[in-house]
């Protein structure tokens, strides 16, 4: 047993040491990039889900794979290209490539398997792919600028919307990039997949856990529209503290939602199973 956690303690220091370029680029991203802030919880949540399930873990049977081996190449050529300017994301996703091999070298596909909710978890910490990034922001912007517009109209309020621009009363909002909605989208998405493990452990809750990580894209596109709109209606909430503010507290209303959701989501499954 001493031995095979040498082997452990070996493997995720090889790991640490060959991805360490990658990881700092990680935290920097995480640490500059208020749409990635997110990501410094998934670390701290996937051990505590790790030290939660270890009674399980120590159960399964030690069947190291070959195939893991077929996993650390790839991981080693993606993270070389990465190296040679494909990207942080390359070489982040070559990490996380790698650690699956290493487990499946050493623990097999049981352990592998059993790990899959941690592995779920640690895709919320990639850094954003770019060409993904940049081909939603403008289309998000748009949207969170019609819909703003709506609510705004429906809420007896005038206004012109020019694109991304609205005009409320000769004050102009305009919908930047970093106003997107992208940061509420991967931090509800986070949160719901959270939020399902731990409130749906019984088997089969697998549609619910779904259910809810696709719920949280819209909340967080209403959520990001309804900021838009309460910076046009009211000026002070365009910049500054009180915008920081305001996205803060629109942030919770959406975790109160996303339960809320949750226990709808947990109701119509129960009523379907009886």
Known sequence: MSSRKSVVVLTVAALLACYAPALRGMFEQWRTD???????LVPFVILWVIWRERERWRALPA????????????????????????????ESLAFLISVAGAVLCLGGFSWLRALA????????????LALVYNQATLPLQLLASRVAAGMLTVAGIGVIREGNILDVGG???????????????????????????????????????LALLAAAIPIAIVANAARVAAAGWMPALDSGFPHELSGWFIFVLCLAVLLITRQLLNRMYVLNRS
Request: charged content about 10%; overall charge positive.
């Open 34 to 40: 208020e749409d990635m802030s997110h990501g410094f």
């Open 63 to 90: 069947q190291p794979n070959w195939w893991g081996w077929a996993l650390l190449a790839s991981a080693a050529i993606l993270h070389f290209a990465g190296a040679l300017g494909v990207g942080l994301f390359a």
């Open 117 to 128: 909710f941690p592995f779920i978890l640690a895709l919320f910490m990639l850094p954003k």
């Open 171 to 209: 004050h102009r909002v305009a919908v930047v990039e970093a106003c997107n909605g992208i940061r509420y989208l991967l931090s509800l998405g986070f949160m719901g997949v959270v939020f399902g493990y731990l409130f749906d452990s019984r088997s089969g809750m697998w549609a619910v856990r």
